[in-house]
């Protein structure tokens, strides 16, 4: 494929006017840079990267292995040229994630060949769509947007709880929030409800999955308009419910509501999975601890490798912490994403809502944690549930007894 640009990391001028040499004269255009920070910084713009050994090994392996890491890099192959045929040195480099290796001395014909190959196989790679597709695409075509994270405390259930509330409350009785958080679903206690039926009891009736005003009988009201589909009251029930029910479950709640929220937890199983695939938009919380963001880069990647899911992705960044440690530069740069919102940190309004059962956008609308959470609705689902109203009711939830107490 002749007119890719490709990026040619170099730091020896004539064994580089080699390589541009042969691939000019076939039609690529080529870019040099020299160092490894700059090679990062391009990498994007080019269709190939080309890294040349003849410094040290272990910084073009280093080179290697952060392109590798970051995800929104995954469409772009890597290839090394090693100083020799050895076949140490060659195993060094695949295993930095080059995605092929060329050795010293090389003919001009079988260099052109490797490179057309990578980029074809890459190219039919890229036309599967990946998963970390930074636009958010047409909010008013948001129907279903699943809430999840790889890591449990991330604040999922926080932003579809809130996310959810601010939708109904621009349009009441017309939003649904699922909790597919199976095992230990919470979302009925941040809105203090007591949930009569469950997702449990839906999963075991079929036709209540295929009517959509069967299906509103398992789901409760709440005030702001909201309708939930509580989680299982008991681990071992999460089990009943499988991942054809799910299927069917978000295909006939779209009968019954415009939008569909679900807080899909944590772990990645069949049933996620088929939330993850069935949703128009993924809202993935993020949180800046180094463990959680290596969570997250390998949940992108092994999406992106399996072709699983190709929903588009929205990241949120929670600021779980008191201190910042890990700035939103650094974690778009180690993700290779866009952060979509940020939640700031707050030791308490969180918890309170939490504790009483009131979401932020109902019980404290004019604060920050409120606000971004208000415009993370309207990014996901258009103008419609741009500003959270005032609400002023003397709800105390289920620990709100105590709390006053005390
Ligand atoms: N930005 C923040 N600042 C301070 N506390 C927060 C913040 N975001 C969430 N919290 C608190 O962190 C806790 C976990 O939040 P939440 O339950 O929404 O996360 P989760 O990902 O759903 O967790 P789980 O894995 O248990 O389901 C809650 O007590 C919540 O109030
Ligand atoms: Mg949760």
């Given at each position: 494929?002749?007119?890719?640009?490709?990026?040619?990391?170099?730091?020896?001028?004539?064994?580089?006017?080699?390589?541009?040499?042969?691939?000019?004269?076939?039609?690529?255009?080529?870019?040099?840079?020299?160092?490894?920070?700059?090679?990062?910084?391009?990498?994007?713009?080019?269709?190939?990267?080309?890294?040349?050994?003849?410094?040290?090994?272990?910084?073009?392996?280093?080179?290697?292995?952060?392109?590798?890491?970051?995800?929104?890099?995954?469409?772009?192959?890597?290839?090394?040229?090693?100083?020799?045929?050895?076949?140490?040195?060659?195993?060094?480099?695949?295993?930095?994630?080059?995605d092929d290796v060329i050795a010293?001395?090389?003919?001009?014909?079988?260099?052109?060949?490797?490179?057309?190959?990578?980029?074809?196989?890459?190219?039919?790679?890229?036309?599967?769509?990946?998963?970390?597709?930074?636009?958010?695409?047409?909010?008013?075509?948001?129907?279903?947007?699943?809430?999840?994270?790889?890591?449990?405390?991330?604040?999922?259930?926080?932003?579809?709880?809130?996310?959810?509330?601010?939708?109904?409350?621009?349009?009441?009785?017309?939003?649904?929030?699922?909790?597919?958080?199976?095992?230990?679903?919470?979302?009925?206690?941040?809105?203090?409800?007591?949930?009569?039926?469950?997702?449990?009891?839906?999963?075991?009736?079929?036709?209540?999955?295929?009517?959509?005003?069967?299906?509103?009988?398992?789901?409760?009201?709440?005030?702001?308009g909201l309708w939930v589909l509580?989680?299982?009251?008991?681990?071992?029930?999460?089990?009943?419910?499988?991942?054809?029910?799910?299927?069917?479950?978000?295909?006939?709640?779209?009968?019954?509501?415009?939008?569909?929220?679900?807080?899909?937890?944590?772990?990645?199983?069949?049933?996620?999975?088929?939330?993850?695939?069935?949703?128009?938009?993924?809202?993935?919380?993020?949180?800046?601890?180094?463990?959680?963001?290596?969570?997250?880069?390998?949940?992108?990647?092994?999406?992106?490798?399996?072709?699983?899911?190709?929903?588009?992705?929205?990241?949120?960044?929670?600021?779980?912490?008191?201190?910042?440690?890990?700035?939103?530069?650094?974690?778009?740069?180690?993700?290779?994403?866009?952060?979509?919102?940020?939640?700031?940190?707050?030791?308490?309004?969180?918890?309170?809502?939490?504790?009483?059962?009131?979401?932020?956008?109902?019980?404290?609308?004019?604060?920050?944690?409120?606000?971004?959470?208000?415009?993370?609705?309207?990014?996901?689902?258009?103008?419609?549930?741009?500003?959270?109203?005032?609400?002023?009711?003397?709800?105390?939830?289920?620990?709100?007894?105590?709390?006053?107490?005390?």
């Open positions: 494929m002749p007119d890719s640009p490709i990026l040619l990391v170099e730091t020896d001028q004539p064994a580089g006017d080699v390589i541009t040499g042969v691939l000019a004269q076939v039609g690529y255009r080529l870019t040099t840079v020299t160092d490894a920070g700059e090679a990062f910084r391009q990498a994007a713009e080019h269709q190939l990267v080309i890294i040349d050994v003849l410094g040290a090994d272990a910084d073009a392996q280093q080179l290697c292995r952060e392109i590798r890491a970051t995800p929104a890099l995954a469409p772009i192959p890597v290839m090394c040229i090693s100083r020799t045929n050895d076949v140490e040195e060659r195993i060094r480099f695949l295993e930095a994630g080059a010293r001395p090389f003919d001009a014909r079988e260099l052109e060949a490797r490179v057309e190959a990578l980029l074809l196989r890459f190219k039919r790679t890229r036309d599967r769509a990946p998963v970390t597709t930074l636009d958010l695409g047409d909010p008013g075509r948001n129907r279903i947007v699943a809430c999840f994270s790889p890591k449990g405390g991330a604040g999922t259930t926080t932003i579809a709880v809130n996310v959810a509330t601010a939708v109904a409350l621009r349009a009441p009785d017309r939003t649904l929030l699922v909790d597919l958080d199976l095992q230990w679903g919470q979302v009925a206690t941040h809105l203090n409800l007591k949930a009569r039926h469950t997702i449990a009891d839906l999963a075991q009736d079929s036709q209540a999955q295929h009517e959509p005003e069967l299906l509103r009988s398992y789901a409760m009201r709440h005030e702001s509580a989680a299982p009251p008991s681990p071992e029930l999460s089990e009943t419910v499988h991942a054809a029910a799910i299927e069917l479950i978000l295909g006939t709640a779209l009968e019954a509501f415009d939008t569909v929220i679900v807080d899909a937890g944590s772990v990645l199983d069949e049933r996620s999975l088929t939330t993850l695939e069935r949703a128009d938009n993924i809202a993935l919380a993020v949180y800046p601890e180094i463990a959680a963001l290596r969570a997250v880069a390998s949940l992108l990647d092994y999406l992106n490798r399996t072709g699983a899911v190709t929903t588009r992705t929205t990241f949120v960044l929670n600021q779980l912490f008191a201190r910042q440690l890990v700035r939103l530069g650094q974690v778009e740069s180690s993700l290779g994403v866009k952060v979509a919102a940020e939640l700031p940190y707050d030791p308490f309004l969180y918890l309170k809502a939490v504790n009483e059962g009131v979401p932020l956008v109902l019980g404290a609308p004019r604060t920050p944690p409120a606000e971004r959470l208000g415009e993370l609705a309207t990014k996901l689902f258009g103008a419609a549930a741009s500003t959270p109203v005032e609400h002023h009711e003397g709800r105390r939830g289920l620990l709100g007894g105590l709390l006053k107490r005390t």
